[in-house]
C-alpha cells in the first residue's frame, strides 16, 4: 500500500544529515515555505538537469520566501560530491535508510537494474506551518515536476501572507 499525501495534509517530520553532516530537520524551516525535491540518483542526467535548473533558479524561489531541499538515498558523502560538481545552492539530505522518502509515498521498490529502495522522483511544497500545499510524485524517472505549478503554488503563498489572511 502506498501513501498519497495531498495538499492539506500534515507534512510528515524528518531530521536527515546534509553534506556537511549536519542534521537538518523539518522544523527547522517553520516559518518558511519549503520546497521539498526527492530525485533517485546523484550524477544521472535527469536528476542533474532538474536540480541545476533548480540551482539557477534558486534567487526566484527564495523571493518567494522558499527554501529548496533535495533528497535522496545516496549517502552524505556522495551527496556532498555531487553538490560540489554541480555547484548546489541549496540544502541537499541523506535519507540512506529510505525512511523519508517512503513516509511521502516517493519511493521505488524496484528501480532500474534491480535496484532497490531509490528515491522517486518527487516535489511537494510546505507552507510555513508546516502543511502540504503542492505534492506530485511521478511515476516515470525520466519525467521532471512541473516547477510552473511549484512556483505558482509558491506565489499564492506569498501573496496570503502579505495580505495576512
Not at 537538518?24 to 533517485?40: E, T
Not at 546523484?42 to 535548473?53: H, I, K, M, Q
Not at 522518502?101 to 531509490?118: E, I, K, L, R
Amino acid at each position: 500500500m502506498s501513501i498519497q499525501l495531498k495538499p492539506g495534509d500534515l507534512a510528515p517530520q524528518f531530521t536527515l544529515f546534509n553534506t556537511e553532516k549536519k542534521e537538518v530537520s523539518l522544523s527547522d524551516y517553520r516559518g518558511k515555505n519549503l520546497v521539498i525535491l526527492f530525485f533517485p540518483q546523484s550524477f544521472t542526467g535527469v536528476c542533474t538537469t532538474e536540480l541545476c535548473a533548480v540551482r539557477d533558479g534558486l534567487s526566484e524561489y527564495q523571493s518567494l520566501n522558499a527554501e529548496v531541499v533535495a533528497i535522496s538515498v545516496d549517502s552524505l558523502f556522495t551527496l556532498g560530491a555531487f553538490r560540489e560538481a554541480q555547484h548546489f545552492n541549496f540544502e541537499m539530505l541523506s535519507d540512506f535508510n529510505k525512511e523519508v522518502c517512503q513516509a511521502y509515498g516517493a519511493y521505488y521498490d524496484t528501480f532500474v537494474f534491480n535496484m532497490h529502495g531509490v528515491a522517486k522522483r518527487a516535489a511537494f511544497v510546505v507552507d510555513a506551518e508546516g502543511i502540504i500545499r503542492y505534492a506530485e510524485v511521478l511515476e516515470s524517472a525520466g519525467d521532471i515536476p512541473n516547477f510552473d505549478a511549484v512556483r505558482g503554488v509558491l506565489q499564492s503563498l506569498n501573496g496570503a501572507a502579505q495580505s495576512g489572511s
